[in-house]
C-alpha cells in the first residue's frame, strides 16, 4: 500500500519489484498483499492500483534457465471489477524446443493511455507508426 500511494503523490516515475507469474498474477498478489496489511475493501484497492500502475513488465525464467521479458503490457483501468490489462508486447518462441530458447518480444497493440508521455515529451507518433504487426 506503501509503494500504491507513493505512486499516486504526482511524482511520475516510480518502479517497483513484485513476483508472480505473469502480469495478471502480479496484480492479483499485489491485491493479497495490500489486504494482509490494511482492512480495505477489495474495489477500492483494485481502483488504487489501477491508478498508480500505468504498465507492468513481466519477465520469466524460460526452461532454458535465460530469463527474458515475456510480457508488457498497459494498465487500463477497472471493468466489471476487475483490473484490466491490455498486452502491448509478449514473447513469441520460435524454433523446435530443444536446447536454448529462441524467440522475439512481439508488439500485439499500441498504447491507449498516452496522455502521460505527450505531457512529458517523450510521445511521437512515429513511435507507432514505425513498428506494426
Given at each position: 500500500?506503501?509503494?500504491?500511494?507513493?505512486?499516486?503523490?504526482?511524482h511520475?516515475?516510480?518502479?517497483?519489484?513484485?513476483h508472480?507469474?505473469?502480469?495478471?498474477?502480479?496484480?492479483?498478489?499485489?491485491v493479497?498483499?495490500?489486504?494482509?496489511?490494511?482492512?480495505?475493501?477489495?474495489?477500492?484497492?483494485?481502483?488504487?492500483?489501477?491508478?498508480?500502475?500505468?504498465?507492468?513488465i513481466?519477465?520469466?525464467r524460460?526452461?532454458?534457465?535465460?530469463?527474458?521479458?515475456?510480457?508488457?503490457?498497459?494498465?487500463?483501468?477497472?471493468e466489471?471489477?476487475?483490473?484490466?490489462?491490455?498486452?502491448?508486447?509478449?514473447?513469441?518462441?520460435?524454433?523446435?524446443?530443444?536446447?536454448?530458447?529462441?524467440?522475439?518480444?512481439?508488439?500485439?497493440?499500441?498504447?491507449?493511455?498516452?496522455?502521460?508521455?505527450?505531457?512529458s515529451?517523450?510521445?511521437?507518433?512515429?513511435?507507432?507508426?514505425?513498428?506494426?504487426?
Amino acid at each position: 500500500m506503501d509503494m500504491t500511494n507513493s505512486m499516486l503523490t504526482g511524482h511520475d516515475g516510480s518502479i517497483s519489484t513484485g513476483h508472480g507469474n505473469s502480469a495478471k498474477e502480479m496484480l492479483l498478489r499485489l491485491v493479497t498483499m495490500i489486504l494482509m496489511g490494511y482492512d480495505m475493501p477489495v474495489p477500492a484497492i483494485k481502483q488504487q492500483i489501477a491508478a498508480a500502475i500505468d504498465i507492468v513488465i513481466h519477465l520469466g525464467r524460460l526452461r532454458d534457465n535465460s530469463r527474458r521479458v515475456l510480457e508488457i503490457s498497459e494498465v487500463g483501468g477497472i471493468e466489471n471489477g476487475e483490473i484490466q490489462l491490455r498486452p502491448i508486447y509478449q514473447f513469441f518462441e520460435k524454433g523446435d524446443g530443444k536446447g536454448k530458447v529462441e524467440g522475439q518480444l512481439i508488439r500485439l497493440q499500441n498504447l491507449e493511455h498516452i496522455e502521460k508521455l505527450q505531457a512529458s515529451g517523450i510521445w511521437e507518433e512515429s513511435l507507432i507508426e514505425s513498428e506494426k504487426v
